[in-house]
């Protein structure tokens, strides 16, 4: 069972993501706690470092990696989660 979530803020950019190249989605990317580094197409789902034990994303609204936690006051819109 696949227990990764899509971001809202993912679903709600999915026409930006559908016409993203490939290399804007293999772009690889440092997490903030510095534990590992994913691309932005990893990214769209949730995933869990476990080290830290921590839930991070690709907010699109905020063009960068967020934990879990902060991305339901996205100022875009307000909804990501």
Same mark, same amino acid.
């Given at each position: ?7 809202? &803020? ?16 293999? *772009? *690889? *990317?440092?997490?903030?706690?510095? &534990?590992?580094? *994913? ?37 875009? &819109?307000?909804?990501?989660?």
């Amino acid at each position: 069972m696949n227990n990764q979530r899509v971001s809202q &803020c993912a679903t709600h950019s999915e026409k930006l993501i559908n016409g993203l190249p490939a290399e804007e989605l293999d *772009l *690889l *990317l440092a997490l903030p706690c510095g &534990c590992d580094k *994913l691309t932005v197409k990893q990214l769209i789902h949730s995933y869990h470092c476990k080290p830290c034990d921590k839930i991070y994303w690709y907010s699109f609204c905020l063009e960068r990696i967020v934990e879990e936690d902060e991305t339901w006051h996205c100022d875009f &819109c307000a909804a990501c989660y």
